[in-house]
């Protein structure tokens, strides 16, 4: 069954408690270890702003250079791409804020992106907590109009949000939606649940 969620236009009176939160709870490929994860995605008319968090005790982070595999880290992981559009945007980050960028159709068929100072661009920041570790990021419309050149703050996107970490101590997968593969494969457009532009 495919999810839903509301991305709310958020202002300077919205408190945390308002923003809609969403919960990876599905568990995929692995058992279960324990690991939990979850977030919250908003908008402030210019940005899409993203805060993603992983309770996680054994936290692996040894890639800091952009574009690394840090899906081989504890990463947290966004997927999405407006409703009607055929490719799809990949943000991955690992707790040092090493952020990994794609765009394509599908797992083969996937430019890389880079930009000069991508911490910088996007803002982000990653903090550890006294359970595991949080990230967080904003996504420029500009940057999204360059990829979907008729993007607005309005709409649906199809989407996912992924918890990962291929070579921690405790290998595991968890997503927002569930994803129908019978082998690890996050970059199934065709598993996207939906989000909901306000």
């Given at each position: 069954?495919?999810?839903?969620?509301t991305i709310i236009r958020a202002g300077s009176k919205t408190r945390p408690d308002d923003i809609p939160e969403l919960t990876m709870d599905q568990v995929l490929w692995e058992p279960d270890c324990g690991i939990r994860a979850g977030g919250r995605i908003f908008h402030d008319g210019e940005n899409l702003l993203v805060l993603l968090?992983?309770?996680e005790r054994d936290i692996r982070a040894e890639y800091t250079a952009p574009?690394?595999?840090?899906h081989e880290d504890s990463c947290l992981e966004f997927f999405f791409m407006?409703?009607?559009?055929?490719?799809?945007?990949?943000?991955?980050?690992n707790p040092n804020g090493c952020?990994?960028?794609?765009?394509?159709?599908d797992r083969y068929d996937r430019e890389r992106i880079l930009l000069p100072d991508p911490a910088a661009y996007f803002r982000i920041r990653t903090s550890r907590t006294a359970d595991g570790w949080e990230a967080e990021y904003r996504i420029p419309g500009e940057f999204l109009r360059r990829f979907y050149p008729e993007f607005?703050?309005?709409?649906?996107?199809?989407?996912?949000v992924y918890k990962c970490g291929d070579k921690t101590v405790h290998?595991?997968?968890?997503?927002?939606?569930?994803?129908?593969?019978?082998v690890p494969d996050y970059h199934r457009p065709e598993s996207f649940g939906t989000m909901i532009l306000e």
């Open positions: 069954m495919e999810k839903q969620y968090r992983a309770k574009m690394s595999p840090v407006p409703a009607g559009e055929e490719k799809y945007l990949n943000f991955e980050i952020l990994h960028i794609g765009f394509g159709r607005r703050f309005t709409g649906i996107l199809k989407a996912n290998p595991h997968y968890l997503a927002w939606n569930p994803v129908d593969s019978s």
